[in-house]
């Protein structure tokens, strides 16, 4: 029992990240019908600014760069963090200026390879000594290390489950994140002009909607989520794999194999997604075998693909002519 | 049976239709036939630069008063230290031999290259080495996933390879060229079960075992383990694995925490040993943990702290070990770098020495010769102990067990083979 709410607890945590980061990946694939390979750079980007950030914001308060006593105020934790969408963001925006819309109307096998290309680069010039270097560090603490441990089980058998303060943060940021994005999408005027762009971007173009401008901002929020995505995750898991780690994109791959899941394309589909990811890792690594974590998401998405090859929510495509 | 993927393909056909209504989207598109002006400019532009990069090169080509051995090692990476640590031991023992006059009177000059801890930057580095800078001997490196990677291009290149501290027996398996300095696993596997089963601190009969999968070093060493601990009785009660750079170990270590085991054996690499260290003991593992020399890095109690208190691992040789041989080059080494040196600084100064030891003797430089006087090395006074080479190429030394107290490696025991 406590074994399994520990594992529950983990799975919940890290689906709330692969949710946030599959978000940018159906948003841009809803838009543009691509993949945007380069989104889970983004994800390095945020985790790396994050560091940056905090190793020179600890001690303008008066603590160590790489070791502080005690975590640093909230509101410059918050700072970080909203500093860190912003740039992210940006990089969004830069990215889709410069790369991808120069192609628009090229074939979207162009605009994938491109991806790519600008996924390399991002991984490679993040290596650079002067950008943020080809060693793993460690991240600061800036939240204070608190765990909630549950008892369970009396005399010989106790057993604990450890309910870190990270993991409720992780849990409660995405959500607010997720719900601000869905509001925002199916509340507002800005969300109508996206769902009308991603519905028929010609039509949307011929209502008067500024189409270059909606897809800006959806590479932009999908851009913020994926950083606080690499924010949250170097907080939950502080030893940072330099820019360039397979690892990184395997995050990015888990991610995306979520937004498939759930739909690609469908905002709520890419939530489900993510927590299922998580779920079906987790409880396959703890009750089968660890040997085999990744294998267990694939062969789901494989087997996804078989049942429902719309994904989970996604709707029917018909087939044009 | 149609996949997302055919359907959106079949979305993709839609540009078509678009390109003939103007719309806003296409405010600035470049033609195809622009494109190719562009990439034949920037074509032209690279083979003009890569020319004269080439060219440029071709000037240095190696003087004959000195030899070139060339070193491949990750001197950035998530196991940054081992390249970093293995140069240093190299580039002192060579220090120390152009000192004395340098090899047979030639002086000794070192390329190293960096291979970032990936199998394919090594085959890269050590192609480049062998082929572009026609290195004499190849020295490196430290994990034997990448020493497996380089070894065959040094093997028909016919240049030897001597790896510092690569312990998996393939490597030196791949052939005649291919030596190494340290202990191997079936040895360094016999030391740790043996010392789980009977010291008294850890005293167990029920083993957990966390392994990195990705690494032939990991499971090489994972497998010799468990044959020994199960052969002395014990049983292995979980065997769980992670992938070199995981963040999240919490789902192997539960499952390992409902195991109840007295010991967990980790024979991983230090960045990796130091996250699961942290995330065992936030999740109530109390009990000691132990590994081989992946562990060996100062980098280790950075990141771990006191997570490691009364944990063990195995070594090439302790810091600590009074004999002049080991104080003499403990005191060299801290009086070049200021710090001390970890065992794979240790097996790197080795390695070299054996080298120079080689081609001092060998009749000419070239790869055969000296290859065929390193299989004579009997009874190499090395820092890590006396190095025979048997007939596998592989030395037949001790090790040492190393404990964990606030961060760094104390000394606990020695155990020589066949003991």
């Known amino acids: 029992m406590a074994d399994f709410l520990q594992t529950l607890m983990t799975a919940l945590a890290i689906g ?3 949710a946030l980061i599959a978000l940018g990946y159906t948003m841009v694939y809803g838009v543009l019908k691509f993949i945007n390979f380069a989104h889970s750079d983004i994800v390095v980007l945020g985790a790396w600014l994050s560091y940056s950030f905090a190793i020179r914001a600890l001690p303008l308060v008066g603590l160590d760069a790489h070791n502080p ?3 640093p105020p909230i509101w410059m934790t918050a700072g970080i963090f909203v500093a860190v969408l912003l740039l992210c963001s940006l990089a969004g925006f830069l990215i889709e200026r410069l790369a991808y819309r120069p192609l628009r109307r090229a074939p979207r096998l162009n605009v994938l390879i491109t991806a790519i290309g600008v996924s390399l ?19 600061p603490a800036l939240l204070p290390n608190w765990e909630l441990p549950i008892q369970f089980g009396q005399g010989e058998s106790i057993r604990y489950v450890v309910l870190p303060l990270i993991d409720c943060i992780i849990f409660a940021v995405s959500g607010l994140l997720m719900l601000a994005l869905e509001l925002l999408i199916f509340r507002t005027k800005f969300g109508t002009a996206l769902r009308a762009v991603s519905f028929n971007t010609d039509f949307a173009a011929l209502m008067g909607i500024p189409v270059d401008r909606a897809i800006s901002l959806t590479f932009m929020l999908g851009s913020a989520l994926a950083g606080a995505a690499g924010f949250l995750y170097v907080l939950k898991f502080p030893s940072m794999n330099q820019p360039a780690h397979s690892v990184w994109v395997l995050l990015g791959l888990k991610a995306f194999v979520a937004a498939v899941v759930g739909g690609i394309g469908n905002i709520r589909g890419a939530v489900l997604g993510g927590f299922i990811i998580a779920f079906v890792e987790q409880f396959g690594a703890y009750y089968i075998s660890s040997n085999y974590r990744d294998v267990y998401v694939f062969s789901l998405l494989i087997l996804i693909l078989l049942i429902k090859p719309t994904g989970l929510l996604g709707s029917p495509v018909r087939e044009k002519v | 049976m149609p996949t997302c993927f055919a359907t959106s393909d079949s979305e993709s056909c839609i540009p078509l239709t678009r390109d003939k209504t103007p719309t806003r989207l296409t405010k600035r598109t470049i033609s195809l036939r ?3 002006r562009l990439s034949k400019v920037v074509g032209i532009f690279l083979v003009a630069a890569t020319s004269l990069m080439s060219l440029g ?3 240095r080509v190696a003087s004959t008063d000195e030899i070139v051995i060339g070193h491949f090692g990750s001197i950035t990476g998530s196991e940054a230290t081992f390249g ?11 220090e120390e031999v152009n000192a004395a006059g340098g090899v047979n009177g030639k002086k000794v000059r070192l390329i190293t290259y960096d291979d970032k801890g990936d199998p394919r930057e090594a085959g890269s580095a050590v192609t480049r080495l062998v082929t572009r800078d026609q290195v004499t001997a190849v020295l490196g490196e430290v994990a034997s996933g990448l020493s497996l990677a380089a070894a065959p291009i040094c093997q028909e290149n016919g240049v030897p390879m001597i790896s510092p501290s690569s312990t998996n027996p393939k490597v030196t398996q791949v052939g005649d060229m291919i030596y190494r300095v340290c202990f191997i696993d079936p040895f360094q596997g016999s030391v740790c079960a043996k010392f789980a089963r009977e010291n008294d601190k850890i005293k167990a009969t029920k083993a957990a075992i966390l392994c990195d999968q990705t690494a032939p070093y990991s499971v090489g060493l994972q497998e010799e383990f468990e044959k020994a601990f199960t052969a002395g009785g014990g049983t292995i009660v979980s065997k769980q694995a992670y992938q070199a750079g995981d963040q999240d170990f919490s789902a ?10 007295e010991v967990i054996f980790i024979p991983g690499y230090y960045t990796d040993v130091g996250n699961i ?4 003991r936030k999740l109530g593992l109390k009990v000691p943990m132990l590994g081989g020399d992946g562990w060996d890095s100062a980098k280790l109690g950075q990141i771990a702290g006191d997570a490691l208190n009364g944990c063990y691992y195995s070594n090439h040789y302790s810091h600590e070990d009074p004999s002049p041989r080991v104080q003499n080059f403990i005191k060299l080494y801290q009086g070049k770098y200021q710090e001390t040196p970890d065992g794979l600084a240790a097996l790197g100064y080795d390695a070299a020495r054996i080298l120079f030891t080689a081609m001092k003797t060998a009749p000419s430089l070239s790869g055969k010769d000296i290859a065929a006087e390193l299989a004579k090395t009997t009874g190499f006074e090395g820092v890590t102990g006396v190095i025979s080479m048997d007939a596998n190429r592989n030395p037949v030394k001790p090790a040492v067990i190393l404990e964990m107290k606030d961060g760094t490696p104390r000394y606990v025991a020695t155990i020589a083979p066949g003991e």
């Open chain 1, 121 to 139: 680069l991002l991984q490679n010039v993040g290596q650079l000594d002067f950008v943020f270097g080809a060693s793993p560090q460690k991240m």
């Open chain 2, 57 to 59: 090169c071709q000037s």
């Open chain 2, 277 to 280: 260290a942290l995330q065992a």
């Open chain 1, 69 to 71: 006593a005690t975590p």
């Open chain 1, 16 to 18: 709330s990240l692969y």
């Open chain 2, 34 to 36: 622009q494109f190719l």
């Open chain 2, 84 to 94: 970093i640590s293995t140069d240093r031991g190299i580039q002192l023992a060579i």
């Open chain 2, 252 to 261: 192997q270590l539960t499952s390992i925490r409902a195991s109840e085991p």
